[in-house]
């Protein structure tokens, strides 16, 4: 292989432990590799870009990745890293997420697309739903002992009472049929790898030892890697925004809010994520480093970092509508700037600003500026104080000054139901029309 896999991902901070041999494979030869996603929703958060990242990383390195989506896995739930137990999804949940993830990895990866490298998508249920309870324990279940399922931490925290209340078979056999998983990818796609979070090193370390044992006689070879957590400077929880998990399909997370969660990085983790979550080489990301350490204050390093991964994960196309948008509020823009945005970005972006609401009445029969401003929204404490700032020019209708014999009509409606009104440069008003 012309390209070394591993150091790439080293540099980038992206290997926190390797199976010894793992990188003599990957430079012997093309090497199939699986990262497993379990479908605990219908879509997948920035979390979950790192393993996407990796898979497109093993692609471009000339190796062949295969996307695992756990139908059947999902079925029980991975006690790694959890406290207690989860909660069973139904079938009909679970068969939802498991379309909406396959998806979701489609706009990522371009799926048997003919070449000899082609990434592959396959889901584990397909293999272990006409799987007996006998035969999986007859066949599978004597190859690895109890002692060695035991002495892993994501089990050994739970029964010891360290996390939760215990673990119940179910969760225990995770890490068998996750196992099995790699064993089946060995024996059909020739698979020598697995890789995944830190927090999966003990499920995937017994699949490399299920892949030999399921082989004893032959001479098999089943490597592992894993990438470490990705965590904030400040300890909090990578990948959450006050409005919860930042998703990567855009009518979970509109592609504004997306935008400017990389933005508002902190210069550290924007240091860090950028060699993670971008696939820029590394003179680029040294001199946008340099760059942003002369002057900080520009964030030529959060720009960067928000337009690759913005562009990566929705369009570049998506990119320039999201930083419009985040030029409403801080450059200069017109009524038609905000009539070009859709009703969520609109909202995104005056996300918290006060607001009241108006009849479609009102709006019909033409609204003076007065009523606007104090007589029926209270913006300002009285029809005085509004007669004075529409005077002094400080008033604008949708980033536009008037003067107070100016009416607002349907004309005025940006998404067919909201006014902007603002007093200066920073205060700003929604009027929404009910």
């Given at each position: 292989m012309t390209k070394n896999l591993v150091e790439e991902l080293r540099w980038r901070g992206m290997i926190h432990d390797i199976m010894p041999g793992t990188e003599e494979q990957l430079q012997k030869e093309m090497t199939t590799a699986y990262i497993g996603f379990d479908p605990t929703s219908d879509s997948l958060h920035i979390g979950s870009l790192v393993p996407i990242i990796l898979?497109?990383?093993?692609?471009?390195?000339?190796?062949?990745?295969?996307?695992?989506?756990?139908?059947?896995?999902?079925?029980?739930?991975?006690?790694?890293?959890?406290?207690?137990?989860?909660?069973?999804?139904?079938?009909?949940?679970?068969?939802?997420?498991?379309?909406?993830?396959?998806?979701?990895?489609?706009?990522?990866?371009?799926?048997?697309?003919?070449?000899?490298?082609?990434?592959?998508?396959?889901?584990?249920?397909?293999?272990?739903?006409?799987?007996?309870?006998?035969?999986?324990?007859?066949?599978?279940?004597?190859?690895?002992?109890?002692?060695?399922?035991?002495?892993?931490?994501?089990?050994?925290?739970?029964?010891?009472?360290?996390?939760?209340?215990?673990?119940?078979?179910?969760?225990?056999?995770?890490?068998?049929?996750?196992?099995?998983?790699?064993?089946?990818?060995?024996?059909?796609?020739?698979?020598?790898?697995?890789?995944?979070?830190?927090?999966?090193?003990?499920?995937?370390?017994?699949g490399t030892e299920l892949v030999r044992r399921m082989n004893v006689g032959k001479e098999v070879e089943a490597f592992a890697a894993t990438c470490p957590l990705i965590t904030k400077a400040d300890g909090s929880k990578f990948g959450k925004s006050e409005g919860g998990n930042v998703w990567l399909d855009a009518d979970k997370t509109s592609v504004y809010k997306f935008y400017q969660f990389w933005l508002n990085t902190t210069d550290e983790d924007a240091e860090k994520y950028i060699k993670i979550f971008t696939f820029l080489d590394k003179e680029t990301i040294e001199a946008l480093i340099e760059e942003h350490k002369q002057a900080p204050h520009l964030r030529v390093l959060q720009k960067r970092l928000a337009e690759e991964v913005t562009v990566f994960v929705h369009s570049k196309e998506e990119l320039e509508k999201a930083i419009a948008a985040s030029d409403i509020l801080f450059g200069k823009s017109t009524a038609d700037d905000l009539k070009s945005l859709d009703e969520q970005t609109f909202l995104d972006v005056f996300d918290g600003v006060p607001q009241a609401s108006v009849s479609t009445e009102d709006i019909k029969e033409g609204l003076s500026m007065i009523d606007a401003l104090a007589a029926k929204t209270n913006f300002l404490s009285s029809n005085g104080d509004a007669r004075r700032a529409l005077k002094e020019s400080s008033i604008a209708v949708n980033k536009e000054k008037v003067k107070e014999e100016y009416t607002i009509t349907a004309n005025d409606l940006i998404a067919d139901k909201y006014v902007l009104l603002q007093r200066g440069k920073k205060n700003y008003f929604l009027l929404k029309v009910e």
């Open positions: 898979l497109v990383h093993i692609e471009k390195a000339g190796h062949r990745p295969i996307a695992l989506v756990g139908g059947a896995t999902g079925m029980i739930g991975d006690p790694s890293g959890k406290s207690d137990e989860r909660n069973l999804l139904t079938e009909e949940i679970l068969a939802k997420n498991v379309a909406g993830i396959k998806n979701t990895l489609a706009r990522f990866l371009n799926f048997d697309n003919g070449k000899e490298n082609s990434p592959i998508l396959v889901n584990n249920y397909d293999w272990m739903k006409n799987f007996s309870f006998i035969d999986f324990a007859r066949d599978v279940g004597k190859r690895i002992t109890v002692n060695y399922m035991m002495a892993k931490d994501s089990v050994k925290k739970r029964i010891s009472g360290e996390t939760g209340a215990g673990m119940s078979f179910t969760e225990f056999t995770y890490q068998l049929i996750q196992g099995y998983d790699f064993y089946h990818l060995h024996t059909a796609y020739g698979c020598k790898l697995q890789m995944g979070g830190s927090d999966q090193w003990g499920n995937i370390t017994t």
